[in-house]
């Protein structure tokens, strides 16, 4: 009469996202709001637009020096970001 296998509410939801298609896009969205949080508001003050293509997050700053500043210390932005959401969404970060 009763089910034996119950599964808690996050393991139905996440199984009906994978299904539906829809956990890469919420992961991306996840991360691009993450950016401000991760690297500080003095440089999302900088930040015009961020977007994710082909795992790449694209960060189109309006600071030149910012952005070679960022550049340097892009695999460490990567390894923030990815662990903000919980899995690894990006692989490079283009300025």
Known sequence: MFRQKIE????????????QGLETPLNQK???????EVVGPA???YTLNTYIYNQTLYVRLSNPALR???SMMRGELV?????V????VITDIRF
């Open 79 to 83: 390894k923030k970001l990815n662990a």
């Open 85 to 88: 959401v919980g899995e690894q």
């Open 68 to 70: 070679s500043d960022l």
């Open 8 to 19: 808690s509410l996050k393991e139905v939801l996440l199984r009906t996202l994978r299904e």
């Open 43 to 45: 440089i999302a003050r």
């Open 30 to 36: 996840r991360l691009v709001e993450a950016w401000p």
